[in-house]
């Protein structure tokens, strides 16, 4: 402590601070302000003199002012205290205390983390990642996932999966050295790790067959006495075997003859399965011909005979080409049989593994008199248009053991569609009530028809227009043949006698009978196509000359309309190919679906996916322009060369396709527009 004009400076106690805060006056200063008070008056600025009383109490109040702390307490200005200011180790040694602090908070929160909640023996993950939808025979690989989130070690774990029915293991990462493939001993899973198995094989199924795998782990923690388990899913669908497969045979058979089923095989662009094995379900009455391929037959599948009803056949190729299976219906047990053909991939020496089972219905005939109908030129089931020929044949065949006598062969049409007015058949046969009667005296060759003798009967008929649909009516047209015998000759004994037995002419006798074939109606599928200069309400939608002039440009509005009314269509497209001249002026618009222009094919088309009955009408138009040149003077011009469309039925699954005229530019369609379409 020192002394300095009666000031006593205290240097530990002192605070700068409040000292600058508060300076000392001068004695001057004082003096001169206890002797006087300037007051300013507001409204004149005078000086005024202050009573002696009054000013000693103002003067007193300032200085109480001056010389209080922050508290309200008197300053001793006698003592002044002066702080040290604090240095750099004092900064340093604090920043260090501060980082220990923080320190110790993120070792605690550490420790509380993974010692308190990382120990959880459920801290496991566990997982199944893979293909959701597959292609038969297509490899891929299944991910199992294990992750110990905890920060103790797991010992003693299983994983065991249980594959679809469908599922071919192949590999898997690691190496599965069970017999079975579907459990993996694990000893010890470390702490904080992500661990995988990858399984590799193939699905090999039937379309659109949902195949689930499961798999589960059992695992201890070493710092537990007992068993966990974990369990995870995934489903797969196998959308596509990558193979089109169709059966070609005539539905019915006749006891005594042969019969063949055509099984017709492509592979698609995504195809996997390139040989299988076809095998068909032995029956007590039905004989499997053995039929080797030839070797120049390019139509037939490359196959070899494993036995009796096997065959196996090797590379399959996107061209199709068909499978010929022969067999021999022995004896007649029921009207209706059903074999089964069974499609198998192999999968190693010795196994398959189904992918395919094909219904083969029959109706099994015993008859003398084998008829087979034909309707277009298929035995089969398809859809016809409104308004198209129906083309039949029937052929007959005696394949008994002796003459058939007075036969009459009979084509049966169900239906109110056909136009019997239409109909032309060189034999004139009797029609009545829908079918077609043939006797000895249309065909000479019905009166005796010998053993193994056969023949044909030709005709045809149109269907109506589609005229009104209504949805009460059957649209379709069901047609197969009969026969009645009057009476047969066998020869009896040495002497040549001839016993003559009638026999069986009932209608209703299902052996008498041909095969059946029911041809469904398509949609009235109707395109309406026009070209106009005016459209109906006398507007113009086509600019320059008409007729046109040479060197000058016209533009037309094209219109499509599409009428339909019976089934849904699928995949509609309207397309027209532009002759050289005409371009695609654009200004498109449709009501569904859209026009687009390929400018490399030079083809407008109109794309509508679905077409259902609700929608019964559907519009497009464009805009074309054409430019005459010198060669086209005094000529009419094809604007258009007609355009088609093309649908596919839902009900009937054929296609409808159909196609306009060509138009010119005397728009037949414009009765509005002048001219004869010459051009000038």
């Known amino acids: 402590m020192t002394k300095k004009n009666d000031v006593k400076i205290n240097l530990k106690k002192s605070s700068v601070a409040e000292f600058s805060k508060r300076p000392l006056p001068t004695d001057e200063e004082l003096e001169d302000f206890e002797n006087k008070v300037i007051e300013e008056d507001g409204n004149e600025g005078e000086i005024i003199d202050v009573p002696d009383d009054e000013r000693e109490e103002e003067i007193e109040e300032s200085l109480n002012e001056i ?73 891929f690989f299944y991910t199992i996932t294990y992750k110990n989130l905890s920060n103790i070690v797991i010992t003693n774990a299983q994983i065991e999966l249980t594959y679809p029915d469908s599922f071919i293991f192949l590999d898997s990462f690691p190496a599965n050295k069970q017999e079975n493939k579907r459990r993996w001993d694990i000893m010890s899973i470390p702490a904080q790790s992500v661990n995988t198995i990858r399984v590799k094989g193939a699905m090999i199924g039937n379309e659109d ?102 065959w196996l056949v090797e590379n399959v190729l996107t061209n199709t080409k068909i499978l010929p299976i022969k067999i021999k219906i022995l004896d007649k047990v029921s009207e209706k049989q059903e074999l089964v053909l069974k499609l198998e991939k192999p999968i190693k020496d010795g196994e398959y593994q189904l992918f395919k089972s094909l219904l083969i219905p029959l109706e099994i005939l015993k008859s003398d008199l084998n008829l087979t109908l034909i309707i277009n030129g298929s035995r089969e089931d398809q859809g016809v248009n409104f308004g198209e020929t129906l083309n039949y044949s029937i052929v007959y065949n005696n394949k008994g053991e002796t003459e058939l006598n007075d036969v009459t062969i009979m084509a049966v049409m169900e239906s109110d569609l056909l136009d019997f007015g239409s109909l032309k058949d060189l034999n004139e046969g009797e029609e009545r009530c829908n079918t077609l009667f043939w006797t000895k005296t249309e065909i000479s060759e019905l009166k005796v028809l010998k053993k193994h003798e056969e023949g044909t009967i030709d005709f045809s008929i149109k269907l109506f227009e589609s005229g009104v649909v209504s949805s009460d009516n059957e649209y379709s047209v069901k047609s197969y043949a009969r026969y009645s015998v009057g009476e047969s000759s066998e020869e009896g004994d040495e002497e040549g006698g001839i016993a003559t037995s009638e026999r069986n002419t009932d209608n209703n006798n299902e052996d008498n009978r041909s095969n059946i074939i029911v041809n469904a109606i ?48 699928n995949n509609a497209i309207v397309s027209v190919s532009l002759p050289e001249y ?90 509005i527009a002048e001219g004869d379409g010459i051009v000038e």
Request: glycine residues 4%; hydrophobic residues 35%; negative net charge.
């Open 582 to 671: 005409v371009s695609f002026a654009e200004k498109e618009r449709s009501t569904v679906g859209d026009v687009s222009y390929n400018d490399n094919l030079r083809v407008i088309a109109w794309d509508i996916v679905r077409m259902p009955i609700s929608v019964f009408s559907a519009n497009a138009e464009f805009s074309i322009e054409v430019r005459p040149s010198a060669e086209d003077k005094n000529k009419i011009m094809v604007l258009l060369p007609g355009s088609s469309v093309s649908a596919t039925d839902s009900i009937t699954e054929s296609e409808i396709t159909k196609k306009t005229k060509a138009k010119t530019t005397k728009l037949e369609d414009d009765e």
């Open 67 to 139: 010389y209080q702390d922050d508290k309200g307490k008197m300053v001793d200005v006698k003592h002044l205290d002066v702080r040290k200011k604090r240095g750099v180790f004092f900064w340093l040694f604090s920043f260090i205390i501060f980082i220990a602090l923080i320190g110790a908070g993120i070792y605690c929160s550490y420790n509380y983390f993974y010692i308190n909640v990382s120990t959880d023996a459920t801290a496991l993950e566990f997982s199944v990642e893979g293909k959701t939808e597959v292609v038969a025979g297509e490899e």
């Open 522 to 569: 398509n949609s009235d599928l109707k395109l309406i196509e026009t070209i106009r200069y005016f459209n109906e309400d006398n507007i113009p939608v086509g600019t320059g000359p008409h007729p046109p002039r040479v060197d000058e440009v016209t533009t037309y509005k094209v219109y499509w309309e599409i009428n339909n009314n019976l089934h849904e269509l």
């Open 209 to 310: 067959e949902v195949e689930m795998l499961l798999a589960a782990i059992r695992y201890t923690p070493a710092n537990f006495s007992s068993e966990f388990k974990k369990e995870a899913s995934l489903t797969t669908t196998i959308n596509d075997i990558g193979l089109e497969l169709d059966l070609d045979y005539l539905p019915t058979a006749l006891v005594g003859n042969e019969h063949e089923i055509d099984l017709v095989v492509s592979a698609k662009e995504s195809s996997y399965i390139n040989s299988f094995r076809a095998s068909l379900e032995p029956q007590e009455n039905i004989k499997i011909l053995d039929n080797s391929k030839e070797e120049d037959d390019d139509k037939t599948l490359d196959y070899t005979i494993s036995r009796s009803g096997v």
